[in-house]
């Protein structure tokens, strides 16, 4: 069952999109498991309770200084997938500014942000965090147009 209270040093929360069964399966994975907790409790008898995934320190497989948490095949959360690589993206911390970064570290370049998105004029591939917004992620290299596959909102 997955935790109604989430780990004391959780950054933050992504939610999987209601469109995207394949960001749902995050939650499902058994080596995610312990890293989900409630993010909304349903407001009324039609809603259903939201969950996701935790970001913190707590969720790594071995300590690395800068980085929160990996994301992929073979990473401290699991992302299932054929179009997906061995670390498709990371959460991490700029090492002089301390803010909290994010970064496409999948081969094909296959990973969206928004709002902001990454820059079009080469191969930086990192976006900088900002604490109150709600930023949509996508990642695979065959996704549909339409609704990311998971929303977060980073407080703090």
């Known amino acids: 069952m997955p935790r109604q209270i989430p780990h004391p ?8 999109h209601d469109c995207s069964p394949k960001a749902k399966e995050m939650l499902l994975h058994p080596d995610n498991k312990p890293f989900v907790s409630l993010y909304k409790k349903a407001a009324g008898p039609d ?12 969720v ?15 990473a401290d959360l699991v992302m299932p ?3 997906i690589s ?6 991490e911390i700029h090492p002089e ?11 094909l370049h296959s990973t969206k942000i928004s709002p902001d998105g990454f820059r079009v004029d080469g191969n930086f591939r990192q ?6 917004t709600e930023y949509k992620i996508s ?3 065959r996704l549909p147009p339409g609704p990311s596959s998971e929303r977060s909102r980073l407080d703090g």
């Open 81 to 83: 997938g054929s179009n």
């Open 9 to 16: 040093q959780m950054i933050f929360h992504p939610v999987p």
């Open 139 to 141: 990642a695979g290299a």
């Open 60 to 74: 790594q497989t071995r300590p690395r200084s800068l980085v929160i948490v990996e994301v992929g095949k073979n």
């Open 127 to 132: 976006v900088v965090l900002l604490p109150g």
């Open 86 to 91: 061995q670390v498709h993206f990371s959460f």
């Open 97 to 107: 500014s301390r803010q909290i970064m994010f970064w496409d570290r999948s081969r």
């Open 47 to 58: 809603e259903e309770d939201q969950y996701g995934l935790e970001i913190g320190y707590h």
